[in-house]
């Protein structure tokens, strides 16, 4: 699934190439959003703005009109100049966004709609959104009291609820984990406020650091780092390390499955060790 850094460089760049441009050229293969377009033409109005709010990714139309789109776990924005040829072929676009001089291209992004900013506010997917990990004003004290409030989560689950704070996917669930010191399988109820504090700022830091310094495609996360590390080979501490030995202590790095999808967790059993007691 693409992480909340994903999903912000995407919105970026997108904005960087749209806002303030005119619609040229509007497609989308979903009918629901061909009906509202049909309605109310897309091509003509101007572009505002691109933004995200956790994972989901917002194009501002004028004329109060807001195309909502969400990745899940394969989709993602392509950017291209009029005449360059797509890396995805054809059939995999679900919506497509075009100027005069660049075309915005959805490949197999299976969630898209066309909004009202009235819509938009009472969405219930976003509604309950909590603090975006990648907004200027994120508030900390609030990821941290929502955490509280489900003291019988693990901290591995609780930090991939977008309800608690918006933006981490599996990849920096383990690796905040790793850097934070903090065994996955955690409940919160064992967690003192100085190791949920320092859990989020973590947190923030990652996605922060990897919002800045990957480079302006966006196409793959093959940038993502947390060891700082410019080898290729040892971008992430544990995340698809199963086996293999820590970068800090040699211990072999531990993976299982968890949650409904049954995503893989990774943890260090040493620089992560199991809490015994509460506080
Ligand atoms: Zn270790």
């Given amino acids: 699934m693409p992480e909340g850094d994903t999903i ?3 919105a970026a760049a997108l904005h960087r190439a749209l806002a303030g441009r005119r619609v040229t050229r509007f497609e989308s293969v979903y009918p629901a959003v061909n009906r509202v377009a049909e309605d109310r033409p897309i091509v003509g109005r101007t572009i505002e703005s691109v933004s995200a709010r956790g994972k989901h990714l917002l194009i501002a139309f004028s004329g109060d009109l807001i195309l909502r789109t969400h990745m899940r776990m394969n989709g993602s924005w392509h950017l291209y100049k009029t ?53 200027a004003g994120f508030d900390g ?6 955490m509280r409030a489900r003291p019988r989560d693990a901290i591995g689950d609780i930090l991939l609820n977008q309800r608690v704070m918006a ?9 905040i984990l ?3 010191g903090i065994d996955p399988f955690t409940l919160v109820s064992a967690l003192a406020d100085a190791d949920l504090d320092r859990i989020v700022a973590v947190a923030r830091d990652e996605l922060r650091a990897n919002v800045t310094t990957a480079d302006r495609t966006f196409r793959r996360p093959t940038g993502r780092t947390t060891t700082r590390s410019l080898d290729p080979n040892s971008r992430l501490w544990v995340y698809g390390r199963g086996g293999k030995r820590c970068r800090r202590c040699g211990a072999a790095i531990d993976s299982q499955k968890t949650g409904l999808d049954a995503r893989l967790t990774y943890w260090c059993p040493t620089c992560q060790p199991p809490r015994t007691t509460g506080v």
């Fill in 8 to 10: 912000f460089r995407a």
């Fill in 83 to 135: 005449d360059q040829r797509w890396r995805f072929p054809a059939r995999h676009m679900r919506v497509l966004v075009a100027t005069a001089e660049v075309e915005a291209v959805g490949f197999n992004v299976p969630v898209a709609e066309l909004l009202t900013s009235r819509e938009l506010a009472r969405h219930r997917e976003l509604r309950f959104l909590g603090p975006d990990l990648l907004d």
């Fill in 167 to 175: 933006g981490i996917g599996n990849i920096f669930k383990s690796e």
């Fill in 141 to 146: 004290a609030e990821a941290v009291r929502r």
């Fill in 178 to 180: 790793f850097l934070a």
